[in-house]
């Protein structure tokens, strides 16, 4: 589903209802609410939102499991984190049980806390089917999506939940969760914001297939999960479908 919109704050706001949305459904059905975040300036607004009321107020705080779809591979404390952003815009700010918060950074070999991530997932989801209750995602104007880049060897990844790698054009490690497990999930948000998405959203919604140049590409939940792309006019003038 496509959704586009004229102003970014009532996009993020929307975000915000889907967010609580899926996690009174996940804590009514199993108890719970297990959800990826994401990093870069598109959540931002929405993590200030969950922040404060009525949003704060709705949400399940104690029975919420936070996760990050993927990370830069630098200390919490670094301004480029993903967690450290987060934690400043929302985690701080509401009741979630710290032992259910799980950065996606320690101080040991990326590939190795890959393994213990996948590891700690796996215990979570031990006797269930391992799909997140929602998983928020954004795009980068090269169509990559958490840290599935352009011809890397995640984007082939069909057993490991958790991969790690050195990404050479950015001169570091990437950690992330592959395709395989964002596509168990129940729900899946897409938030796209600016005009230097344009070409890439369109690539990726009305392009022809290649999740090799255009890797949000294969994100395609199973069936029965729902896949959401909440983007701003900028972002979708060259798509022709949704218009």
Do not use: C
């Amino acid at each position: 589903m496509v959704t586009i919109f004229k102003d970014t704050s009532y996009l993020s706001q929307k975000a915000a209802e889907l967010f609580v949305e899926a996690a009174q459904e996940a804590v009514q059905k199993n108890g719970r609410f297990i959800v990826a975040l994401t990093g870069g300036s598109s959540p931002k607004q929405l993590y200030q939102l969950l922040a404060q009321a009525p949003y704060k107020d709705q949400m399940p705080w104690q029975q919420t499991f936070i996760f990050w779809g993927d990370e830069r591979w630098v200390p919490l404390t670094d301004e480029r984190s993903n967690a450290k952003m987060a934690k400043e815009l929302l985690l701080d700010k509401v009741p979630v049980p710290q032992e259910q918060i799980f950065p996606m950074w320690a101080d040991m070999e990326p590939e190795a806390y890959a393994q213990k991530y996948e590891q700690i997932l796996k215990n979570l989801f031990k006797g269930q089917e391992p799909a997140f209750d929602l998983i928020l995602l954004g795009m980068g104007d090269d169509g990559h999506t958490a840290s599935l880049f352009p011809h890397t060897e995640v984007l082939q990844e069909q057993e490991k939940w958790v991969d790690a790698y050195y990404l050479k054009p950015q001169s570091m490690h990437r950690i992330t969760l592959t395709a395989p497990i964002i596509n168990q999930a129940n729900r899946i948000l897409f938030m796209t914001f600016g005009e230097n998405k344009a070409k890439a959203l369109y690539e990726v919604l009305e392009g022809e297939r290649n999740p090799q140049e255009y890797p949000s590409q294969l994100i395609q939940p199973k069936q029965g999960g729902e896949i959401y792309w909440y983007v701003d006019d900028k972002a979708a003038s060259k798509l022709e479908k949704y218009k």
